[in-house]
């Protein structure tokens, strides 16, 4: 990111190093813990159910998705709804302070999440935005993730460790 000046109040680290104020933070923690789980633990709980392996935080592939398995061709990010701009979502608000600062930011998140999304399907992956409200709610998460489960086994590409 550029060397802006963020907002008035303290930043705390959250998620991979995005700083959010802590009025943010605990407006977020509340959501995230009354579902109990943080968005990608619901999401490995999900694979694992499913007999599905995975490694995490895969700096191997393009955009090092949060969850990916070659062989099983399926490739995983986790997007936060606040950051990442989940189109149409209650939490994809703008601070009212600072304002150009975020349009900005979310703008240049936006683009980023995009050209990553478009480098890991050109890899041959079915790549699968799963986002932070989808995690929270189970029903949601399944219809989201169960695509994973018609993918088809690719041959011949990964090693034996992927
Ligand atoms: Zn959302």
Redesign the pocket.
Known sequence: MAARTLPVEPLVPFKRGAGVTTAQRSKLMGRVRQAGTAPEEAVAAWLRAHKLGYRRNVRTLPGRPDFANRRAGFAIFVHG?FWHR?P?????TTPARNHEFWLEKFASNVARDAARTSELEQTGLRTITV????TQNADLLAEKLAQLLEAQPRQGLGGPNE
């Open positions: 709804c989940h149409g979502c209650p939490r994809t986002w932070e409200c989808e």
